[in-house]
């Protein structure tokens, strides 16, 4: 039952108007910026106005395999897709509220929990998806650079597990935010709110109180770092890694496991608020 | 043989904030029964309806299908239940058909075959493919209509179901509705349009300010309120005569003629005459279900 439910909810998300938009708008961002960087080291080269260190900094960017790194970085936590999957994901709840589409389920005896829960996990693949087309526009048009650059495209740089659990990691960095927007909607029955609020701590409230952290102390920067925020940076610091990579962030960072039981604790943090929240709403007219 | 009672609401009240929405309704439907539930604007339909669904909680009471409590925390007894309330819900991006399939995913019985039968049913199969969207109220009435028959229910709640429609749509659901009863579905119908209640429901309740001001099967409820129309000279002064008389329900003036209902035409009759009017006709007559709604929702409740 719950699997059926789940794919209903896919119906609902993948099939709207605003998640098709999204994906396309996200191809071409990343594929504006890849190009941008491309024709700015191009244009330097011929006018030698950038050194050559920075240039060959810029080329790595651009070429396999720390392309990938960005790619994957364009879709994570400190990217593009969060942005785009905030928006969809307090759109999308919001909307059931005033389009009164979560009466169809429940009117029909399938639980609070169950429908949350189904609903959740369809955003996450929303978000999956998102990534994917980062992903997919990112690794073809660097595919492309890295031939023009080098000459030749080699595909045995690429560690293909590590660039899955790569993408994996990148997407459930994105899950803390999307489920706080989550919540927003579910308690706010609001599209504005829930996109607004979510947008503000994404992109400023977490680094006022990270920053503020950092004034008060090293103890309350240590504790700050169990943000989603912090707690993403130390996981996607892995990715680095995994790629062949080192950390020349020269950020502190937690260790792996405590950043994912953190992140898993965010999640169900926020997903517990919305399930108790919807638990006790009234869905009259 | 006792009937199988399919909704049983007990003392079931509703307060927002100061207002008391629903205060203590009680009432239970039997299987195979058309059930109206009549009430104006605000008078609490829709808040009840919504805690029979499991959609909104209530401050007190119980509501039974099939014999289990259902709440917002215990819906699962409304697997058995069918509902159209209000406009309904869609998803205005799928086509008739995709909405269709969304809910024949969640029951056993609702596969492609079942699909085209009920768009086949609802007059909508040459629109299935359609998004809903563009749909006018009477086609959406139609789909949210197909989507309640989807699973085969065993107890069917309507609100304003025909709202939209055209009246050959009317028909042809009043018609699909007797059909259903006779199947051994059991309905739960509220509507404004009282004539179609009148026509096909087995017993009412009517709600006003939250309160069921009358309950009972419709002949009982329209029997009992007699009318009667006198004809007279001096309507004005024999309406004015008719207001003292004890018991009397309303008292009205149309030309020529003085109504008056809840007294019988020889008390009526005696009176004018002991004050020197002499009616030139009367009539005995009953009230129709409409004019004992606007009765009991802007007069005294009554019990049948």
């Known amino acids: 039952m719950f699997w059926n439910i789940f794919i209903n909810q896919n119906t609902m998300i993948l099939k709207r108007r605003l998640f098709l938009v999204e994906a396309l708008l996200l191809g071409l961002l990343v594929l504006g910026i890849l190009l941008a960087i491309f024709m700015a080291v191009e244009e330097n080269q011929s006018s030698t106005g950038m050194l050559a260190d920075e240039r060959n900094m810029m080329l790595e960017t651009l070429t396999w395999p720390e392309a990938w790194n960005n790619v994957i970085r364009l879709g994570g936590w400190d990217g593009l897709a969060p942005f785009f999957l905030i928006i969809l994901v307090g759109a999308t709840t919001a909307q059931e509220y005033s389009w009164r589409t979560l009466q169809i389920w429940l009117s029909r005896g399938i639980s609070r929990p169950a429908l949350m829960l189904a609903k959740l996990a369809s955003l996450l693949l929303a978000g999956l998806l998102l990534m994917l087309t980062v992903l997919m526009i990112g690794g073809l048009t660097t595919a492309v650079f890295s031939s023009v650059i080098n000459g030749s495209l080699n595909l045995s740089q690429i560690d293909l597990s590590h660039l899955v659990l790569s993408v994996i990691r990148a997407v459930y960095t994105v899950m803390p935010y999307a489920s706080l927007t989550f919540f927003l909607a579910v308690a706010s029955r609001s599209t504005v709110v829930a996109v607004s609020g979510g947008l503000a701590y994404a992109l400023l409230l977490e680094n006022l109180i990270m920053s503020g952290a950092g004034l008060l102390g090293r103890e309350f920067s240590r504790l700050a770092l169990n943000l989603p925020g912090g707690l993403a940076n130390s996981l996607m610091a892995l990715n680095k890694a995994s790629l062949g990579m080192g950390n020349n962030t020269g950020m502190t960072l937690l260790p792996p496991v405590h950043a994912s039981i953190g992140i898993a604790a965010w999640i169900l943090f926020f997903l517990g608020l919305s399930l108790w929240v919807f638990q006790r709403q009234d869905l009259a007219d | ?304």
């Open chain 2, 1 to 304: 043989m006792k009937s199988e009672i399919v909704l049983q609401v007990i003392e079931l009240k509703k307060h927002f904030d100061q207002v008391k929405a629903v205060d203590g309704i009680n009432f239970s439907i039997t299987k195979a029964e058309i059930f109206g539930f009549l009430g104006p604007n605000g008078s609490g339909k829709t808040t009840t309806i919504g805690m029979i669904l499991g959609l909104i909680h209530p401050t007190s009471g119980i509501v039974r299908l099939f014999g289990h409590p259902v709440s917002p925390f215990q819906p699962s007894p409304l697997r058995r239940v069918g509902s159209l309330v209000g406009a309904p819900s869609l998803v205005p991006y799928l086509s008739a058909r995709q909405n269709l399939e969304m809910i024949g995913r969640i029951y056993p019985e609702g596969d492609g075959l079942r699909i085209e039968e009920i768009l086949a049913e609802v007059g909508l199969t040459r629109f299935a493919n359609r998004k809903v969207g563009s749909f006018s109220t009477g086609m959406n009435q139609r789909l949210g209509l197909g989507m309640a028959l989807m699973h085969k229910p065993e107890l069917l709640i309507l609100d304003e179901p025909t709202n939209g429609m055209d009246p050959s749509g009317m028909h042809e659901v009043r018609n699909m509705l007797v059909k259903l009863v006779d199947q051994g579905v059991t309905i739960f119908f509220s509507s404004h349009l009282l004539h179609e209640i009148e026509q096909i429901c087995d017993r009412v309740a009517v709600i006003k300010e939250g309160k069921i001001v009358a309950q009972g099967k419709v002949e009982d409820l329209v029997g009992q309120k007699s009318i009667v129309k006198v004809r007279v000279e001096s309507p004005r002064q024999a309406a004015q005569l008719i207001r003292n008389l004890p018991g009397r329900g309303r008292v009205r003036v149309h030309g020529e003629y003085v109504t008056v209902n809840g007294i019988s035409s020889e008390v009526v009759i005696g009176h004018l005459v002991a004050n020197g009017l002499i009616p030139s006709e009367v009539t005995n007559g009953s009230l129709d279900l409409e004019a004992i709604f606007l009765e009991l929702t802007n007069q005294a409740a009554v019990e049948v």
